[in-house]
Structures are given as C-alpha cells and as structure tokens.
C-alpha cells in the first residue's frame, strides 16, 4: 500500500505541472485577447464617431393645416343607407346582434415553467456547507485516477475488451460489492497490468481495480450510472478515496473525516461530477470535436473583455 507521503507527492506535482501548463497557455491567450481588443475598440470608436440619429420621444404636435379625421363619422355614413332605397323594418336590428365567434378573446400567457434539474446533478444547496472541502477533495481524486490533471483534458470510453472481461465475471451487484470488499482474494488481472496510478505500484488503488478485472478506471459515460461496469467504477473510486482521506493525503484541504465515509453525500457528489460534468464535456467533444475547448477559451476571452472594460 502506497504511503501518505507519496499519495501527496504525486498530487503536488501534477498540481504543479497543472499549473505550470496554465501559465502558458494563458500568456499565449493574452496576446491573443490584446490583439482582439484592438480590434474592437478600433470598431467601436469607428461606430460612436459616427452621428446617431436623434429620436423625438415626445408627444407628436398638432397639425393646424390638415384636420383631425373624423372616425366616427366615417363609420356612420358607412351605416347609412342610400335616399332611393326604402328602408324596411327589421325585428332584430344587425346592431343588436353580436356573432359569439367575434367576441375577443383573452389571451392567456403560459406560465414559463423552471429549468428542469438532470437527475445526476447535485444541487448545492443539498449539500451541507462544511462538506465544500471534502467534495473538492474528492473531485481532485478523481482526476488522479482518470488521469485528467493537465488542462481541457477530456475523459476518453472505456476500452471495449474491460467491458467485455468485466461482464464475463461480473453478473450482479453482490458479486461486486464481494470481490472489492474481499482484499486478500484473487485478482482476476495481475496488478502490474493496471495501468492507472502506475507510479504508486500495488497501492490500494490499483489493487481494487486487478481484483475487478479493470486495467485502467474508466466510467462508461454513455451508460447509467447504475449499471454494473458503472457502479464497480464508483466503488474502487469512493474506497480508495476513503482509504486516502483517512490516511491524511488530503489534510491541507482541510476536510472533515467524517464526510470521507458519508455514502449519502459522497454518492450525490460522485455522480454530479463523473455522470452529470464529465459527461456533458465528453459529449460535446463527442459531438462536435473540439466544441468544449472552443467554448473554453470562449469564455476566457469574454472574461478578459468583461475586466479590461472595467478597468
């Protein structure tokens, strides 16, 4: 089993790299953003040197030369009927008859229904405030062990031969729960063939997932959550954690290590980042490749305007 000292070590340093990548690439977006701000304070200087009409808002002046018109007189000549022809009486005059269908009707707006709320998406106000630490600890985790520390990482499908040796030896939830709970049991891959956290070599981690038959962990984002692959990655994900919290890697977040064994909130928060934030950017990458790294730098490009307009 791997030590604290070293679950914390590898944490620091892909932090730092994390970092470090960071840095560059938002000094190459700050050329690009300074660049574009010329561009559009060059336009919006052009617009406002040019002279806006001035739109009269007040009320509109009588007109002496030409008369007012006479609506209501227009309508009762309209009424009235020729001299040559002879009136002829009626028992129930037009005037007194109004069709049902000309009525008005009312016009009533539909009331505009809240957003609806993804099943998978943890509401934070669900969430008691003091579990922010240990939820944030939990999602550094599991970036560790997806393997998505560097910047606009992605997660990528699970390979189709995990699938199929998993459903091979799994059938059920209780076979699950039974090969990750029985530690000294056999694995049905040799730990050296996990590929995930290499560098801790036979830590706990990679002990759960060759007793799982899984070389790397991988959620399977077009499947339920509840699915047995799915389910099987969220076990080794919430024990290892535990396993780590308990054992101090995360004490410079400050968690609270009553929380690293809430199943009722770790569960919640599991789902809301793997099935619900994860999964909507491995869609979009799915569907339009490169759509989550352009909306991105998108939004870091609207950010810089928004400050540089402040300042």
């Given at each position: 089993m791997a030590s604290?000292?070293?679950?914390?070590?590898?944490?620091?340093?892909?932090?730092?790299?994390?970092?470090?990548q960071l840095e560059t690439q938002l000094a190459?977006?700050?050329e690009a953003i300074s660049k574009l701000m010329e561009k559009v304070e060059l336009k919006e200087a052009e617009t406002s040197s040019k002279p806006s009409p001035k739109i009269n808002k007040g009320k509109k002046k009588a007109q002496p030369d030409q008369p007012p018109v006479a609506n209501p007189i227009a309508s009762t000549s309209a009424r009235k009927s020729p001299k040559s022809r002879t009136p002829t009486k009626s028992n129930q005059p037009a005037?007194?008859?109004t069709p049902s269908g000309s009525q008005p009707k009312r016009v009533v707006t539909p009331k505009s229904s809240s957003p609806r709320v993804c099943p998978f998406q943890m509401v934070s106000r669900a969430m008691p405030e003091s579990f922010t630490s240990t939820r944030d600890a939990l999602y550094v985790h599991l970036k560790l062990i997806w393997n998505l520390l560097e910047q606009k990482a992605i997660p990528g499908p699970p390979h189709p031969d995990t699938l199929r040796e998993f459903n091979s030896h799994f059938s059920n939830a209780k076979q699950i729960e039974k090969a990750a709970e029985d530690e000294n049991g056999a694995s049905i891959i040799p730990t050296t063939n996990v590929s995930t956290l290499k560098k801790l070599q036979a830590g706990y981690t990679q002990s759960l997932l060759a007793c799982l038959g899984m070389h790397v962990w991988a959620p399977d984002l077009e499947d339920l959550p509840d699915s047995l692959y799915n389910k099987a990655c969220r076990q080794v994900a919430l024990k290892s954690f535990r396993q780590a919290a308990m054992g101090g890697a995360f004490a410079y977040m400050n968690i609270q290590k009553n929380y690293a064994v809430d199943l009722g909130l770790l569960i919640p928060a599991y789902t809301h980042f793997v099935h619900y934030l994860q999964a909507n950017w491995y869609n979009q990458e799915k569907n339009k490749d490169g759509k989550f790294q352009m909306d991105k730098e998108r939004k870091v490009i609207s950010k810089a305007r928004e400050q540089l307009r402040d300042t």
């Open positions: 604290t000292s070293d679950i914390q070590i590898i944490i620091t340093a892909a932090l730092q790299q994390q970092a470090q190459s977006r700050d005037s007194h008859r």
